[in-house]
């Protein structure tokens, strides 16, 4: 159970970006292409764990100051250094497999975002700015093997609106963490003692006005309306809006916004947009 609770598998709901080449690339009517994008989702899911498991070990000690992630099982000495690096290992490795069962390059994107994991431990998280940039490349590869990996071409739109959310989704975790810490932020995180509240609040902004403005034009764009036969995605924008600035309320009342996935479903507000969201799009492309 606690091997489980390492792998953070509540963090999953993340990988969900593999599955948006299915619904906005019509790849539903494909069984091959499914059954890809779904090995590819759960080649994804381990790949996470194992990311996750090696930054608890590295960040073990940084950890231990956190007031919640001291909790985490590494940091409270529940899990040791040589079981972590065990079930990082046969993670890695059992992701890759899946990966280039699903198909060889999803294998490809799999390897990159380790790769890109890796540096990020070691260096790049301490970078400010960069932090942010390689976890939105991150979840952009979950994007990439979901539509490229599997063959279903990736649309400019897709990725566009797809880079705009993850930033937002990184700079309100950076802020988040910098309410929950306050004098000790930077003792735990280092980069955020190179970041100011009055700088993410800007970031934020606009980083929520990019994805807003970017997934409305998505829904009018000439081209959109034609591959999904309809021009009521529009109608869809309310709930993408909703949603955005509930979470900002989580983030500025409720001292939400540092883990998005718990967030995600368990505010009720979230869960009702966002799966409003799902269902009138399904309903519009599917048609």
């Known amino acids: 159970m606690t091997l489980i609770k390492l792998m953070r598998p509540h963090q999953w709901v993340k990988n969900g970006f593999v599955l948006t080449g299915l619904v906005f690339g019509h790849g539903w009517d494909v069984p091959e292409q499914v059954q890809a994008v779904l090995l590819a989702f759960i080649a994804f899911c381990l790949a996470s764990s194992c990311v996750y498991v090696f930054n608890d070990l590295s960040d073990a000690e940084n950890d231990r100051l956190h007031p919640t992630k001291r909790n985490r099982p590494i940091a409270s000495g529940a899990v040791t250094a040589r079981q972590a690096l065990l079930l990082a290992a046969v993670l890695g490795v059992v992701s890759l497999s899946i ?8 294998a490809g994107y799999i390897a990159a975002y380790l790769v890109l994991n890796m540096a990020y431990t070691w260096r790049l998280k301490r970078v400010v ?5 390689c976890i939105s490349a991150g979840f952009m590869l979950r994007i990439l093997a979901g539509t490229d990996g599997v063959d279903i071409p990736p649309s400019n739109w897709l990725l566009f609106c797809g880079l705009w959310t993850t930033l937002f989704l990184g700079f309100i975790k950076r802020r988040a963490e910098m309410i929950a810490l306050d004098e000790g932020a930077g003792g735990h995180r280092k980069v955020l003692e190179h970041y100011s509240a009055t700088l993410l609040d800007q970031l934020i902004s606009i980083t929520c006005m990019g994805m807003i403005f970017s997934y409305s034009l998505y829904t009018m764009d000439v081209d959109v309306r034609r591959i999904h ?6 109608y869809t924008v309310p709930f993408v809006i909703y949603a955005c600035f509930r979470y900002l309320y989580l983030l500025h009342r409720e001292t939400g916004g540092g883990d998005p996935s ?14 409003s969201w799902l269902l009138m799009t399904l309903v519009l492309v599917a048609r």
């Open 99 to 106: 990966a280039w069962s699903a198909n060889p390059p999803v």
């Open 229 to 234: 036969n309809t021009d009521q995605l529009i």
């Open 262 to 275: 718990r967030d995600l479903i368990r505010d009720p507000h979230i869960v009702a947009a966002g799966l």
């Open 129 to 133: 700015l960069l932090d942010i940039f």
